[in-house]
């Protein structure tokens, strides 16, 4: 079975510290991946998705993503982070069997002021 | 513009009651899906629609179970509610496919079964 892993499940950092978040998916199918994020209190809302072309992926709020192929890895990543950027971060993969989405369990970062 | 939106917000069940999650969308949106989210899992599917009229089961479906009567309504139905149906509860829709597009989600629904 197809499987995403996002292997940090809590990240605290300081403003302006630059941010990494891993993501790992298992080999199989179209590689159709995905970056969700939800603000306290917000809806989760798309960050950035990649489907082909180039493997770096700029998304919303200076945020982007590298796809590595030849590690199964899409990390995101951001170079300098806000206080504003304290939410949960998902990453998902599209499954070509029932074109649904497979979601890793999250990561909660925190940014301390 | 409303979006996705989700009732009710919280809910306190006793084992064995049932109730009915009404997410509406307003963007017209062929596809619906309705997925629960528990800690250290991510999103699971539950159920899903690809159009008016249409469900399909997802990764989670036992316990469950949805109508999509009118395209901009998607109903997640417990029948027997059980503690193992606690868990936050989302809505989201969109325009094509899961795994080429973007999802929008409602703000979620918290489920208590006591």
């Known amino acids: 079975a197809q499987s995403v892993s996002q292997h940090n499940h809590h990240v605290i950092l300081s403003e302006a510290a630059s941010l990494e978040l891993g993501c790992n998916y298992s080999y199989g199918g179209t590689v159709n991946l995905f970056w969700y994020v939800q603000y306290p209190g917000q809806h989760l809302q798309l960050l950035l998705k990649?489907?082909?072309?180039d493997p770096l992926v700029k998304g919303i709020k200076g945020f982007e993503a590298e796809f590595i192929k030849s590690k199964f890895s899409f990390n995101l990543r951001k170079p300098s982070v806000q206080w504003s950027d304290t939410a949960e971060y998902f990453c998902a993969k599209g499954m070509d069997s029932n074109y649904q989405l497979i979601w890793g369990a999250g990561t909660k970062l925190i940014i301390k002021p | 513009n409303a979006g996705v939106t989700q009732t009710p917000k919280f809910r306190v069940l006793k084992t064995g009651q049932s109730m009915t999650l009404l997410c509406a969308q307003d963007m017209n949106h062929e596809y619906m899906y309705w997925y629960r989210q528990d800690p250290g899992m991510g999103l699971r599917l539950i159920h899903y629609?690809?159009?008016?009229?249409?469900?399909a089961k997802g990764e989670v479906p036992d316990g469950y179970n949805v109508s999509r009567l009118k395209k901009q309504n998607f109903l997640l139905g417990l029948e027997s509610a059980a503690p193992s149906q606690t868990s936050v509860y989302f809505c989201?829709?969109?325009?094509?496919?899961?795994?080429?597009?973007?999802?929008?989600f409602g703000e979620g629904s918290r489920l208590t079964v006591l």
């Open positions: 990649y489907f082909s072309g």
């Open positions: 989201a829709s969109s325009r094509g496919r899961a795994n080429t597009g973007e999802l929008f």
């Open positions: 629609s690809v159009g008016e009229g249409t469900t």
